[in-house]
């Protein structure tokens, strides 16, 4: 048995995913190998990450501020707003350099089996987002059935608020992760987006 200290700090690591004990146990032993002033550093980054990011008052991506980079930046185009479920999608999208448009952050995607409802998604902002006349409204909610099912029922919800409302173009692979896309591909779908009747 570990002293109890190295034992917690085991429990910790385990707690990430995709770790298991044994990978929780390696984890706990390499960061002991740190130098004092780089476990400092490591400790200060992981609280700064959790004090001081939160997310955008407009449109839930992560940033240091009230609101975000995207949302602040003038030279974008405020009357396009590409919907994806996760922070790391808007990261996706904008390493292609292709997209000149704003964001909205779902924070995850409706599943009834996993209990989570439209009022548990960051939605409702983005139907008071969609009042102020909007040109586009991409939906771009990975191709699973979680993601087809949260399209729908945004094209639905947004529908006579919003000029035109696009679904990304079935270049990715059905049950595929928008993160995991290659930049090409990612191109290809928001290119090839068709509009939703
Ligand atoms: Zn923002």
């Known amino acids: 048995m570990y002293p109890k200290i190295l034992q917690e700090l085991i429990e910790h690591l385990r707690k990430l995913p995709g770790v298991g004990a044994k990978t929780a146990e390696r984890y706990a ?7 004092e002033t780089e476990v400092m550093q490591l400790a200060r980054a992981l609280g700064d990450a959790k004090l001081k990011l939160h997310p955008c008052k407009t449109c839930g ?14 030279s974008r ?3 396009l707003i590409c919907v994806v479920q996760d922070v ?11 997209y ?7 924070n995850g995607v409706i599943s009834t089996s996993k209990g989570i409802m439209p009022e548990d998604l960051n939605i409702h902002s983005l139907i008071k987002r969609a009042e102020s006349e909007l040109d586009e409204v991409i939906l771009a909610t990975n191709p699973t059935i979680e993601g087809e099912m949260t399209s729908l029922y945004l094209a639905k919800r947004l529908e006579k608020k919003v000029k035109k409302i696009t679904r990304l173009a079935h270049g990715l692979p059905m049950g595929a992760h928008m993160d995991y896309a290659d930049e090409l591909t990612l191109i290809k779908a928001m290119e090839g987006r068709r509009e939703i009747e």
């Open 29 to 35: 032993f390499s960061l002991l190998n740190l130098s």
């Open 61 to 74: 991506n992560i940033s240091e501020k009230d609101e975000c980079d995207i949302c602040l930046d003038k």
């Open 77 to 79: 185009n405020h009357q």
């Open 88 to 98: 790391k999608d808007v990261v996706a999208i904008e390493r292609t350099k292709q």
């Open 100 to 106: 000149h448009g704003v964001y909205h952050v779902l």
